[in-house]
């Protein structure tokens, strides 16, 4: 069974902090897919990015970042300089062959970045 | 705008009646999933067609009948539902249905009396 993990259900910061949006996952797959997605108040869900689980180089994109450990199955998010407009619930996600490669989501984080 | 229209955003009904839910992708995918978001629960996934064929049913109760006409709509029809079952119904898409990024509409928000 796969299994992914974010611990933090909610995170406060003030405008212009940095924050990292934690997650683990669990699977026996030697090939799997991480993703992050990210939902706003309007509810629709956004994706954010995708790794394949042979590519741990570290992602940036902008004011998003990305690192990728598998010796820890974590695929952390890390938002620099963080704006009002990140407020959201971000959701991290794992498929692989080991589950019919369906997506299985994590809880999600409810990110509140205050002005 | 990503693409995925659902139809209605909000739906209030009584545990007796009939509704449909619908939702309609104009990107060119193969692949549509009906997810149910409740308040306690992480996102679950309920259905999969891939080119109009039902792939998956994660144990879904048969009060819930999906139908997918062709590959652009995608439909959730409810019939004697719970109060349990009021959610955030999100429907997605995909160009398949194995590891690709998903699309999702903004979802309809039901509330079951």
């Known amino acids: 069974a796969q299994k992914v993990t974010q611990a933090q259900t909610e995170i406060s910061v003030v405008e212009k902090e940095d924050v990292t949006l934690d997650c683990v996952y669990e699977t026996r797959d030697t090939t799997y897919y991480l993703f992050w997605y990210k939902q706003p108040p309007s509810g629709e869900l956004v994706f954010l990015i995708r790794?394949?689980?042979?590519?741990?180089q570290n992602e940036i994109s902008g004011r998003y970042s990305w690192n990728f450990q598998k010796s820890t199955s974590s695929f952390n998010f890390t938002i620099t300089a963080s704006q009002v407009v990140d407020s959201a619930v971000y959701f991290c996600?794992?498929?692989?062959?080991?589950?019919?490669?369906?997506?299985?989501f994590g809880g999600g984080t409810r990110l509140m970045v205050k002005p | 705008e990503t693409g995925v229209t659902q139809t209605p955003r909000h739906l209030v009904m009584g545990m007796t009646n009939k509704k449909s839910l619908k939702c309609e992708q104009h990107?060119?995918?193969?692949?549509m999933y009906w997810y149910k978001q409740s308040a306690k629960k992480p996102l679950e996934l309920m259905f999969v067609?891939?080119?109009?064929?039902?792939?998956e049913n994660n144990s879904v109760p048969s009060r819930f009948s999906p139908e997918c006409p062709n590959s652009s709509h995608l439909f959730l029809h409810l019939h004697t539902l719970q109060p349990e079952d009021s959610a955030l119904y999100l429907c997605a898409s995909s160009h398949r249905d194995t590891n690709e990024k998903l699309f999702f509409g903004s979802g309809t928000q039901l509330s079951v009396l």
């Open positions: 067609y891939n080119f109009k064929e039902q792939t």
């Open positions: 790794r394949n689980s042979f590519d741990e």
């Open positions: 990107l060119g995918h193969n692949a």
């Open positions: 996600a794992l498929s692989g062959n080991n589950a019919g490669n369906m997506l299985t």
